[in-house]
């Protein structure tokens, strides 16, 4: 069971990231708790001192005598082993935030799908679950690729649609799969698929069903491939 500690000056973002969590526990059937929810420094460090913290969320603009990478440091020095994930409005404070052995950054206001690939990423890396991640737009989001459903080529844009969001990038099909792993395939001129992810195949109206409900064509230039390596 993973001890949740937040901690945000605004009263309101407290109880909705509370909220957030603990749906994000249930949806997914994570041992995860809240032990402390505070906008109050000294009551967050006291509950360091005397209970086991696993996770702390941390605002960095706390109206506070401390900003949160200064409380980071304080609470480093108490649990080397914590995992800390900040969280503000203020994307300049990014870059110092990873001194800290960041394990996530998120740009306020955080939604609970963005929340959600942070703690799925988090409790994996618990559960030393090994993943592939890859990079994209200049290296700024960072996507676990077996959360990846399928690429469509989109004019000059990629759209990588996952299990819970679709990001967009500037990029080509050549580029992306120098990077994706093996599992990846080209089913479509539009289209490379997560074979992982594949629940049907359609052969008769060269159809590929996922997972997630959705479904892409089969072009004939790759069909022949596509089926050797599902069989």
Same mark, same amino acid.
């Given at each position: 069971?993973?001890?949740?500690?937040?901690?945000?000056?605004?009263?309101?973002?407290?109880?909705?990231? %509370?909220?957030?969590?603990?749906?994000?526990?249930?949806?997914?059937?994570?041992?995860?708790?809240?032990?402390?929810?505070?906008?109050?420094?000294?009551?967050?460090?006291?509950?360091?001192?005397?209970?086991?913290?696993?996770?702390?969320?941390?605002?960095?603009?706390?109206?506070?005598?401390?900003?949160?990478?200064?409380?980071?440091?304080?609470?480093?020095?108490?649990?080397?082993?914590?995992?800390?994930?900040?969280?503000?409005?203020?994307?300049?404070?990014?870059?110092?935030?990873?001194?800290?052995?960041?394990?996530?950054?998120?740009?306020?206001?955080?939604?609970?799908?963005?929340?959600?690939?942070?703690?799925?990423?988090?409790?994996?890396?618990?559960?030393?679950?090994?993943?592939?991640?890859?990079?994209?737009?200049?290296?700024?989001?960072?996507?676990?690729?077996?959360?990846?459903?399928?690429?469509?080529?989109?004019?000059?844009?990629?759209?990588?649609?996952?299990?819970?969001?679709?990001?967009?990038?500037?990029?080509?099909?050549?580029?992306?799969?120098?990077?994706?792993?093996?599992?990846?395939?080209?089913?479509?001129?539009?289209?490379?698929?997560?074979?992982?992810?594949?629940?049907?195949?359609?052969?008769? %109206?060269?159809?590929?069903?996922?997972?997630?409900?959705?479904?892409?064509?089969?072009?004939?230039?790759?069909?022949?491939?596509?089926?050797?390596?599902?069989?």
């Amino acid at each position: 069971m993973l001890n949740f500690v937040i901690c945000d000056d605004n009263l309101n973002i407290l109880d909705k990231f %509370s909220k957030m969590l603990e749906s994000i526990f249930i949806k997914n059937g994570y041992e995860g708790k809240i032990g402390l929810t505070t906008n109050n420094v000294d009551e967050l460090l006291d509950y360091v001192d005397n209970n086991p913290t696993d996770v702390l969320v941390l605002d960095i603009n706390l109206k506070s005598n401390k900003t949160g990478l200064e409380i980071a440091s304080l609470v480093r020095e108490r649990n080397k082993n914590v995992y800390i994930i900040f969280t503000t409005a203020h994307l300049e404070y990014a870059m110092m935030a990873y001194r800290f052995k960041t394990f996530d950054y998120l740009a306020k206001p955080v939604t609970s799908d963005r929340l959600e690939e942070t703690i799925i990423r988090l409790f994996e890396d618990v559960n030393g679950i090994p993943k592939k991640y890859i990079k994209i737009d200049n290296n700024k989001t960072i996507i676990d690729s077996s959360e990846i459903i399928f690429i469509k080529r989109d004019g000059m844009k990629l759209i990588i649609h996952t299990k819970n969001r679709d990001y967009q990038t500037y990029s080509s099909f050549n580029k992306i799969q120098e990077i994706l792993p093996s599992n990846f395939v080209r089913a479509h001129k539009s289209y490379i698929v997560n074979i992982a992810n594949v629940i049907n195949v359609d052969t008769m %109206s060269d159809i590929i069903y996922f997972s997630d409900g959705t479904s892409c064509s089969i072009g004939p230039k790759f069909k022949d491939y596509l089926l050797e390596v599902l069989k």
